[in-house]
C-alpha cells in the first residue's frame, strides 16, 4: 500500500462528560497515533464561562498532544455532545479514487494588530492552499475548512489599546472568526482578495461556503484542517457541503441527503454552523434570539438549527457550532456531510 | 345562509410584543364578536415567572372578554410570537363538506381535591364530548383539543395539605395537563376509563395525540376548545394530526405535509407540544436537556422541535408548546395542522 | 394650613406581583390624587425582556394617569417587590421646618439626535431647577433626584443612523441615563458645564451622588421628581444621602444610619444605584460578575449590594436599582435614605 | 519543637480561573506534603452542570492528590473565585495555647441505601468525634466541620429504585448533605440521636450551626475536616462561629467581627453557608429566589448572602455555599470566621 495517499477517517465518539476520552480506547478503527483532529462539542454554554470546553481541551490534549483540538462548547436542544476525530488511514486500492482526504497547516504566530484585519486573512489563506495542496485536492474542491484561530487578550489591550481591531477580547474572537472565514474565502475563491478590506468592515458581504472557524485563548497561529476529495485517494468516504440560506433553510440539507441516499450512501457525520440572524428577523417574521436577555442568542441558534438538522439525519451527535461571521450568509451557514459509498 | 352550521375560522396575528393586540383591528375576515379563543405565544420563558404571558392575557381580554385565552410562553430559536384566532364564520354553501368545525365547552369548577385525579379526567371527558357535539363530529374524530385547566395556589396548600394531588404549585400545573390530556384521550377513546387511575400513578404509558393543554391561574374550570372536520360544515378548511414520537421525528410530519401537497392545500397553521424526552435520551443518545441548570428543558425542547417544524413548513409563527403530559409519547408529542383546500 | 408648603409623603406598599395595585386602596395616608410618582422594583430580569415592568407600568398608569411610573426590574437575592408612592400632603404647622419636600418638572421632548449628548443633560440641568424650586430648596441640597428619559429606537436609528450618540437601543438607554445623570449634576453643582463633553465621552470621570436615572420606551421628555429638605416644610420626614464607592463600602451607610438613630429617627426608605464595577476588580479582588453569560452583571450586582443594604437596614423592600451610569462612582452608587423624626 | 500538637494553617489564594493552580508555588508558609485539605470557590453555577467545579478538583487533585478538596460552585455578586488551602506547621512554643487545631477523619464507605438515611449520620458523628480527638478539641468544641460525601447514581437507582432516599442524583445530594450536617450536630450535642429519623424526615427542626456539607462525585466515604481551638495547640490563630437566622441578620457576624477586634486580633478568612429562605419570606416580606426560573436560588441566596458578609469583612474572597439543609436555621446559616491574634 506504500506509496497511496492515505485516506482520511472520520471516527464520531459519543461522551458521557467533557472529560469522557474512554472511547479513545474503544475499537474504531484510527491509530491513535494517525489522529491529526479532535472536534469536539461540550454540554457548557458555548461562551465566556464555557469551562466544559476547558476541560475537554484539557482531557484531550493531554490523551493527544500531536493533534489540534477544535472544542465547541453548546449542544443545545436535541444534540448530544460527542467528538469526532479526523484522522489517516491507509488507502485501499480496491476502492475507488475520488475518497475523502484531509490536509493540515499552520500560519505564523498571529500578531495583536493583525488579528482581525487584512494580514490575518492572507495568512490563512495560504495555510488553507497548503493543507489542500497536502490533501490532493484544489482549495476550490475543499468540502470543509476548520480553522482555530487566536484572540487577543488583556495583555494586548494593554499593550496596543486603540490599535486593535477590537475593544474587548470577546468582541475579537468574533474578529478572528471572520478573518478566518475570509481567508478560507479567498484560498478558495468565494471572495477576491481586493474585497478583504471592506468585507472586513462589514460595508461588503461575503463569506464562505466551506468554513467553520472558532477562536480559542489556547493558540497563536492559526490551525487549518481542510478536508476534501482527491482523484488519488482510494476510499469509500465521500463529503459534500450545501449552504443553508437562513435558520429554517432546509431544502439543500434535503436536496444533499436525497443525492447521497440515490447513490447508496450512508451518513457518517454533519458540520454545521448557525447563528441567530443580525437583523432580528427570519423570512420577515420577528424572532425574539436577540432580545433575550435570559439566553444568549448562539444557544437559541444552535438549539433550533440542531432540532432542525437532527431531525433531516436522524442523528443528534452532529457538530452544530455558533459564532458564523462569514461562514455562510447572515443568519444562515455552511453545511457538510461526510457520507460513505456502499 | 341561515341554519348551515358555521364553519371554524382561524386567522393568525404575528406580534411586535406581548401587548400588542393592533392586528385585531386589521383586515382578517373574523369578526371581533366571533371570536371564541385566543391561541397565543409569547417570548417569555413560559416558566413561573414568565409575565409576558400575564401581559398578554390582560391585553387581550380587555379586547376580547368573551373567548377563552390560551396563552403560552416561550418562543425559543426561530419561533416568532403571535397569536392564532380561532371563530366562527357563515359556512359557504358552494364550498365542500368535510370542513372544519369548532365547538367550545367548560366543566364545572374544578376543586382542589379532584384535581389532577379522576374526577378531572372524567370532566374534561364530558366537556370535550360536548365540544364536539357542538362541532359536529364525533370525539373519535377531533383533530385538536385545547383544553386550560387550573393549578393547585397556595391558598389550597393550607387548606388541603397531603390531601391534594401535588406538593407545590408548579407540580399541581403538571398533574392538571396531565388529567386534562387523560380527559381527552377518555373521551377519543384512546385510553380506557379503566386504566386513567394507572395512568395518572405512572404506572401505564398512556397519552392523547390530539390533546394540547395548559394549566393556569386565571381559571378554575376548564375550558375546552375542539376542532375537527365535520360532514355538514362547508368550507375549504380542514386539519389533520401526527405524532411525533421523539423530538426528532420528522417522517410524520413530513408525510402528512406531503399529503396536503397532493390535495394542493396549503398551509395555514400548526400545533404542536414538545418536552424534553424525561430519560435523557433521544434515539439512545445522550440529551443535556435535563441536566442544563441555566436553561429549562422546557426551553431547549420548544427551540429545538420548533426549528424542525418551522424548517418543515417554512412557518416560524408556529404554535410549539411545552409541557406535554401525556400529550404524544414520553419525549414526543402531537401535532395538528391546519390547511386550505385551494 | 392654607399656604402652607405641602409636604412631600412616602409610603412604601409591598406587592403580590407586577399586576397587583392592591395596596392602593389600603389605609396610608397619601390621597390617590395627591401622588405624584409611583416608584417600582419589579420581579423580572431588569434588561430587554423584562415584561414584569411592563405589566406593572400599565396597571399602575391605569389606577392613576398622572402621575409618573420609575418602574425598575430586578428584585433579585432578598429584595422584595414593592412599590413607593410619592405624593404631597399637607403640612403641619407644628411639626418642625427642614421637612421633606418634593418638586416635579419636565424637559421639552428630547430629539433623536440631542439623546445622550449634552443638550438633554442641559435640558434635565434646566427642569432639575424647576423641580427643586417648587420643592423650596437648592439644587445643591437636593437629596434624591429621580429622571425618567427616553430611549431611542429602531425607527431612530432608520432616520438617523450614524448621527445618533449610540448604535442600538440597549446602548441608548445608558447614554440617556449617564446623559440625565450628568443634567442632575451640572444643576446640583457637582460636575461643570465645561466638562460635559468630555464627561459624556467617557475622558472624565464625572458623576451625581443623588441622581438615580432610567430610560423607558413610554416617554419622550425626561421626567424629574427631586427630594430635599425645606425650611418651610414643616414635617417630619427627612432624607439623607450618602455615596458608596464600591459594592461593599458599608461604612458610610451605616455611618448615615448611626446618625439617624442618634436623632432618634425611624427607618423610611431606601434608594440606590448599583453596578458591576466595570473593571472587573473589587478592591483589586477579580469579579465574575462581567464574564459570566448565564446571569447579566446587573443582575450579580443588586442581589450582592441589596443583601448588603437589606441587611445594613433590615428592611427588605428597599429601592436598588442596576445602570449607574454618571450615578457614583464606578462600580459604587449614590444611596438615598428617607427616615421619621420622632 | 518535636512532641507539640501541630497548629492548623489557612492560607488564601485568589485564584484566574479554575485551572489557576500557580498560588501553590508561591511563598505562603504552608509546605505542599503539610497540605490536608483545599476549599475553594469557582466561579460555575454550582449546579448539576458546573464543569468549573470538576475542572478545578482535576487540576488540584493532580497537585495534591493526598489532600481532601472541597470544591464549591459559585462565586455570584461580589464573591472572587479563590481556594483555601487548610493544612498543618509546627507550633511555636512562644505563641499561647488555645490555637486553632485540624483534625480529619473518614466515614466507611456509605452504601446506597444508608445515603440521607440514620446509617449515615451515625458514621459522619463517628468521623466527626475522630476528627475533633485527633485536633485535640471536644466536638461540643468545633468552630467549622467540613464534610464531603457522595450521592446516589444513576446505576444506584437502577439497582435500588424505591428503597433509596431520593428520587434523583440532584435530590440525593440535599440528602446527603443534611444527614451529614446532622451527623456532626449529633456529634456535637446540638441534636440528639432520638430526634435524627424525625429530622430526616423534615418532622422536626434540627441542624447544627458549625457543619459545612457539601455532596460531590468523587467520593463513596463521608470526608470530615475539623476545626477547633486546643488548648495545647500553641499558635495565635483562632476561629469563632456565629448563627445568621436568616439571609439579613447582620447582627451576630458584627457582634463577632467587633469581639474580635476588641482583642487586637485581623480576619484571616470565613466561611458562611447560605440558602433561600425555603417559605419564600424573609422577615415577612416576599422574595422571588424561588419563583425565579431563569436564575437559580442558590444563585441569589449567594449573591446576597455574599454581598453582605463581604460587606462586613472588606473581603470577597471569601467561602459562600449554597445547599444549607440542616446547617443553620431554615433560610439563615452558620459562619465560621477565622483571625489571627497581633
Known amino acids: 500500500v506504500t ?12 461522551t458521557n462528560g467533557p472529560d469522557d476520552v474512554r472511547g479513545l480506547n474503544a475499537e474504531h478503527g484510527l491509530p491513535r497515533e494517525r489522529i491529526r483532529a479532535v472536534v469536539g462539542k461540550t454540554e457548557g454554554n458555548g461562551l465566556v464561562n464555557d469551562f466544559s470546553r476547558a476541560l475537554a481541551a484539557e482531557c484531550w490534549q493531554r490523551e493527544l498532544p500531536d493533534a489540534v483540538t477544535f472544542m465547541s462548547g453548546g449542544t443545545e436542544g436535541v444534540l448530544c455532545p460527542h467528538v469526532t476525530l479526523l484522522g489517516h488511514v491507509d488507502a485501499k486500492g480496491d476502492s475507488p479514487g475520488g475518497g475523502l482526504s484531509m490536509g493540515a497547516a499552520l500560519t505564523p504566530v498571529v500578531r495583536p494588530r493583525e488579528l482581525g484585519r487584512r494580514a490575518q486573512v492572507e495568512a490563512v489563506a495560504d495555510a488553507v492552499r497548503a493543507a489542500c495542496a497536502e490533501g490532493g485536492f484544489a482549495p476550490g474542491e475543499a468540502e470543509l475548512v476548520l480553522v482555530k484561530c487566536p484572540l487577543l487578550t488583556g495583555e494586548d489591550f494593554v499593550e496596543h489599546g486603540a490599535a486593535l481591531s477590537a475593544s474587548d477580547p ?3 474572537m468574533g474578529r478572528s472568526r471572520a478573518a478566518s472565514a475570509l481567508g478560507v474565502a479567498v484560498a478558495t475563491g468565494e471572495v477576491r482578495l481586493d474585497d478583504v478590506d471592506a468585507a472586513l468592515a462589514g460595508d ?11 477562536a480559542g485563548i489556547e ?17 469509500n468516504l465521500r463529503a459534500s457541503h450545501a449552504v443553508m440560506r437562513d435558520a429554517i433553510d432546509l431544502a439543500p440539507v434535503a436536496a444533499l441527503l436525497a443525492e447521497i441516499e440515490r447513490e447508496g ?4 457525520q454533519l458540520f454545521a454552523k448557525a447563528e ?4 432580528g428577523r427570519v423570512r420577515g417574521r420577528r424572532h425574539t434570539m436577540l432580545t433575550d436577555s ?7 441558534a444552535r438549539a433550533s438549527v440542531g432540532g432542525l438538522l437532527a431531525g433531516l439525519t436522524g442523528e443528534t451527535a452532529i457538530y452544530v457550532s455558533g459564532g458564523a ?3 455562510g450568509p447572515p443568519g444562515g451557514g455552511p453545511v457538510t456531510i461526510v457520507w460513505r459509498l456502499p
Chains 1, 2, 3, 4 share one sequence.
Open 3 to 14: 506509496g497511496l495517499r492515505p485516506a482520511a477517517a472520520v471516527v464520531r465518539l459519543t
Open 219 to 235: 493558540v497563536s497561529s492559526c490551525h487549518v484542517v481542510a478536508l476534501g476529495c482527491s482523484p488519488d485517494v482510494h476510499s
Open 265 to 268: 450512501g450512508t451518513f457518517v
Open 325 to 327: 461571521e462569514a461562514q
Open 170 to 172: 470577546l468582541a475579537s
Open 294 to 300: 435570559d439566553i444568549s442568542g448562539t444557544r437559541h
Open 204 to 214: 461588503l458581504p461575503a463569506w464562505s461556503s466551506v468554513a467553520s472557524t472558532s
Open 276 to 279: 441567530p440572524s443580525p437583523d
